[in-house]
């Protein structure tokens, strides 16, 4: 039998990996996509125009759950990934009433819909290391208290509740990854790593001649998003569902993630990187690194990316992209 998944935020890094995971396990997969997107489909689906055809894309928006539950009405599903969130740290600073409508009541809706429509669907929330925040012990895992110090990092602890107490309170077989920094040439623009690698190849093909940077003191516990999507699907696989934590138990700080980007390219990043106060986050998470051994053990997974292959990948996409004259 053919399972069929939904995927909310299927138009992202995420959700774009993913999608292309579940159609080689032979998957029907559906995706949730704001109604706007089909306006710009050359931009908004452009992560996922090589599956485009493979895929069936529905209308609906975080907020509003009539959508949600008009889209649940029409059609049953085996597995939902619920991925779409506003998922810039900075942003929700700036505004934390949107980041907490679409996080927190986007989560809640869809929760909701499921348990009156489809309660056996298997449920992952897109939790995430940012609740670990102002972290209480080294290195983070499952039991590690939660102490977030963003708006972001509020709301995806309150998406994470909702989805233990849904599990707890209606026997859902709900799931939360606790998913530590992934990235990949597929991230967005404003995200750190994506900003470095574009940086590196502007300044190398000489269409730039410096890289404004916040707080490279900051570190982080960085994978490859491909490496981490299929973790989300075998949690869903499992005999009872639980949370996980997934990472790659490493460390760097920006400033590092920067030397390498460089240097990969043979030059080095003291002559191009400025330190810039703008950029600076009124608080900052300073150390994340996670311990992903329940994950190794009770699902099997294992990363194949290392912090140096994912690096060159990111800066040989960005180079080739941009040699090319593409913007992606
Ligand atoms: O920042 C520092 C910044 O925006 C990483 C999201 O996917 O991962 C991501 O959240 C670090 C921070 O990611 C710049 O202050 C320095 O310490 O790439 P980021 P994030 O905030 O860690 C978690 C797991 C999520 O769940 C989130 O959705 O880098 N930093 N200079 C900078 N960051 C940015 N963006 N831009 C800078 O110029």
Request: glycine share 8%; net charge negative; with cysteine.
């Amino acid at each position: 039998m053919t399972k069929k998944a939904l995927i909310t935020g299927i138009t992202g890094q995420d959700g774009s990996y993913l999608a292309e995971h579940l159609l080689v396990m032979g998957y029907e997969v559906h995706g949730l996509v704001r109604r706007v997107a089909f306006e710009d489909p050359e931009r908004r689906f452009s992560r996922i125009r090589h599956v485009l055809q493979d895929v069936q894309l529905r209308p609906a928006s975080l907020e509003s759950f009539s959508s949600m539950f008009q889209v649940l009405s029409r059609e049953k599903f085996d597995e939902c990934y619920h991925l779409a969130a506003q998922s810039f740290v900075a942003e929700s600073f700036d505004d934390g009433f949107s980041t907490f409508n679409s996080n927190i009541n986007g989560t809640h809706y869809l929760l909701a819909a499921l348990r009156q429509l489809n309660p056996d669907c298997r449920f992952y929330f897109a939790g995430s290391s940012e609740m670990f925040g102002k972290v209480r012990e080294m290195p983070q895992k499952e039991t590690t208290p939660f102490h977030p110090r963003s708006p972001y990092g509020i709301s995806k602890v309150a998406g994470f509740e909702l989805t233990r107490n849904y599990r707890e309170a209606y026997g859902m077989f709900c799931c939360s990854g606790i998913l530590f920094n992934h990235e990949g040439p597929r991230r967005g623009h404003e995200f750190v790593t994506r900003k470095i690698s574009l940086g590196v190849a502007r300044v190398k093909l000489g269409k730039a001649k410096e890289l404004r940077i916040g707080n490279l003191e900051a570190r982080r516990d960085w994978g490859h998003a491909k490496d981490y999507v299929p973790a989300m699907h075998l949690m869903l696989q499992q005999d009872e569902p639980d949370d996980y934590v997934v990472a790659m138990g490493e460390t760097h700080s920006v400033r590092e993630f920067c030397e390498a980007a460089f240097s990969h390219v043979g030059l080095n990043y003291l002559d191009y990187v400025l330190e810039d106060p703008q950029f600076y986050r009124p608080a900052e998470v300073d150390l994340l690194i996670g311990d992903a051994s329940k994950a190794k053990t009770k699902l099997g997974w294992e990363p194949t990316y290392t912090f140096e292959t994912l690096v060159k990948e990111m800066v040989d996409s960005d180079l080739e992209s941009h040699s090319r004259g593409e913007r992606s």
